[in-house]
């Protein structure tokens, strides 16, 4: 069974930072692309970024892109997200998923989300 | 970025009731669509990709078509679990981007 498991939201201040991480099990981590994607509270989701297999490929979403930075390690099955620079906007449930390719932008599995909120 | 526009926003709707939502981009994508279920407090799930490929497991009422820039969710036969907000995403380009969700309630 595949499972996804988030971990490392919490408070901080604006201009703080954060890493957030995802324990992957059930699957072969190395194969696949990895992606997180953002949720504000009380609004739609957001695409935040994707990474390939080997790691060696990412993107971002513009408004996080300078910000973020997303990293995997396969000899842990975790892939993170180094959140920089917060804004008082970046306040949501961080989710990562797995893709169903390397990359193909279509994500089979979902973990339940870390809280990352942002405020003075 | 390409622009992902649903419609509609909300629609009730009763149990047994055919149902069908929109989503439209701001330039061709293809087919490379695919369609996110999400209910309070839980993450998305997956229904359909490829803009009308349904996710292995998903129940057969659900169904997607179009190709370009207007594409179609529909539920033949809505079902009490199918109260939800629905997403649609664009995987052509990145950044990747998401409609802004159509809320599917209770009439």
């Known amino acids: 069974e595949v499972q996804l498991v988030e971990s490392g939201g919490g408070w901080v201040q604006p201009g703080g930072s954060l890493r957030l991480s995802c324990a992957a099990s059930?699957?072969?981590?190395?194969?696949?692309?990895m992606t997180w994607v953002r949720q504000a509270p009380g609004k739609g989701l957001e695409w935040v970024s994707i990474?390939?297999?080997?790691?060696?490929?990412?993107y971002y979403a513009d408004s996080v892109k300078g910000r973020f930075t997303i990293s995997r390690d396969n000899s842990k099955n975790t892939v993170y997200l180094q959140v920089n620079s917060l804004r008082v906007e970046d306040t949501a449930v961080y989710f990562c998923?797995?893709?169903?390719?390397?990359?193909?932008?279509?994500?089979?599995?979902w973990g339940q989300g870390t809280l990352v909120s942002v405020s003075s | 970025a390409i622009q992902m526009t649903q419609s509609p926003s909300s629609l009730s709707a009763s149990v047994g009731d055919r149902v069908t939502i929109t989503c439209r981009a701001s330039?061709?994508?293809?087919?490379?669509l695919g369609w996110y279920q999400q209910k309070p407090g839980k993450a998305p799930k997956l229904l359909i990709y490829?803009?009308?490929t349904l996710q292995s497991g998903v129940p057969s009422r659900f169904s997607g078509s179009g190709s370009g820039t207007e594409f179609t969710l529909t539920i033949s036969s809505l079902q009490p679990e199918d109260f939800a907000t629905y997403y649609c995403?664009?995987?052509?380009?990145?950044?990747?981007?998401f409609g802004q969700g159509t809320k599917v309630d209770i009439k």
């Open positions: 998923a797995k893709d169903r390719g390397d990359p193909n932008g279509v994500f089979d599995h």
């Open positions: 059930g699957f072969s981590f190395s194969t696949y692309a």
């Open positions: 990474i390939t297999s080997a790691g060696g490929t990412t």
């Open positions: 330039q061709a994508i293809r087919n490379d």
């Open positions: 490829s803009a009308s």
């Open positions: 995403l664009q995987d052509y380009i990145y950044p990747q981007t």
